[in-house]
């Protein structure tokens, strides 16, 4: 079986190998999630993981959302396996859509999510499945668990990373795709070109 490669910016390889076997067989699971039911916003935190390195090291990219830093993949891999029983319970789609979240904020960062929950504070589709991340621990959002829009947002930009399109290009599908809904987006800035 030939693993597919997702394309990460520089040094961040490294950082999502331990997430590869995990991101393909729930890619490979298929299903679907329910839309949203209300705006929930419960939260677990995963296990903390201890910072190795320096935020400010070039070996961890700065997500520009906060304090936010990009995960190693030893974070990643002792987050989704200290995942909280809402993630593990969800459809292959939904666990997709957390497993993309956890490994590549830097891509969701840069969403937004059309499904109303600017008015519970989110800024991108990144706040549907974590909240903001500013410590060693990763706090588990509900919201994305039973959010259909929430999850398919972030499962389009999983499938256009493979595909190796642009953030561009990416933000102009989710725009073009679910932006022309009954709720408005969150308020989030356009990816640097």
Known sequence: ?????????????????????????????????????????????????????????????????GDMRMPTGDEVTSAWNARPAFVEALSADGRSAYAFALARPDVLQWLPCYCGCGGMGHRSNLDCFFQRRETGAFAFEKHGSFCDICVKTANLASQMILDGKTMGQIRAAVDATFGGGAAPGTDTALPPS
């Open 1 to 65: 079986m030939i693993t597919p490669r997702v394309p990460t910016p520089p040094r961040a390889s490294i950082r999502l190998r331990a997430l590869a076997p995990v991101f393909v067989i729930v890619l490979a699971l298929g299903g679907s999630v329910s839309g949203c039911a209300g705006t929930q916003a419960d939260s677990v935190t995963a296990a903390p993981t201890p910072a190795t390195t320096d935020a400010a090291s070039p070996s961890k990219p700065q997500v520009p959302i």
